[in-house]
C-alpha cells in the first residue's frame, strides 16, 4: 500500500519538474496537441467574447426598458397637464388673466355648405 502511494508522490514531483523547467511543452506527445490546444484556447476567447457582448446588450436593455418607463410618465404627466389647461373654463379664465376681448359666444356652431354648379 506504501508503494502505490509512493509511485503517485513521485509522479507528481516528476509533472511538477517538468512543468517548472519546461521540458514537457518540449515533449512530443504535448508538440502534436499544440493545433487542438490553440484551437480551445480560440474558443475560450470567443466565449469571454460572446459573454461579455451579452452582459453589454443586456445592461442596454435594462437602461432602454428604465427610460422608456421614465418617459412613459413624462408623457401621462404632460397629457394631463394638457387636459386640465385645455379645459373650457381654463381657457375663458386665462384670456381674462391676459386681459383678452375675446368672448364665448352663445350661439351654437353651424355648418356651411357650399355647391358648386358645375
Do not use: C, W
Request: charged share 30%.
Amino acid at each position: 500500500m506504501k508503494k502505490k502511494s509512493d509511485t503517485t508522490g513521485k509522479s507528481i514531483k516528476a509533472t511538477v519538474r517538468g512543468l517548472v523547467n519546461g521540458s514537457i511543452v518540449a515533449s512530443d506527445l504535448v508538440r502534436k496537441q499544440i493545433p487542438f490546444i490553440s484551437f480551445l484556447f480560440v474558443l475560450g476567447l470567443i466565449y469571454i467574447a460572446n459573454r461579455y457582448h451579452a452582459e453589454s446588450i443586456f445592461r442596454e436593455t435594462e437602461k432602454a426598458k428604465k427610460e422608456i418607463e421614465d418617459l412613459r410618465a413624462e408623457k401621462i404627466e404632460i397629457q394631463s397637464n394638457l387636459m386640465i389647461s385645455s379645459r373650457r373654463d381654463r381657457v375663458l379664465k386665462l384670456l381674462e388673466e391676459k386681459g383678452s376681448t375675446l368672448k364665448e359666444s352663445n350661439m351654437p356652431p353651424q355648418k356651411i355648405t357650399y355647391y358648386i354648379n358645375e
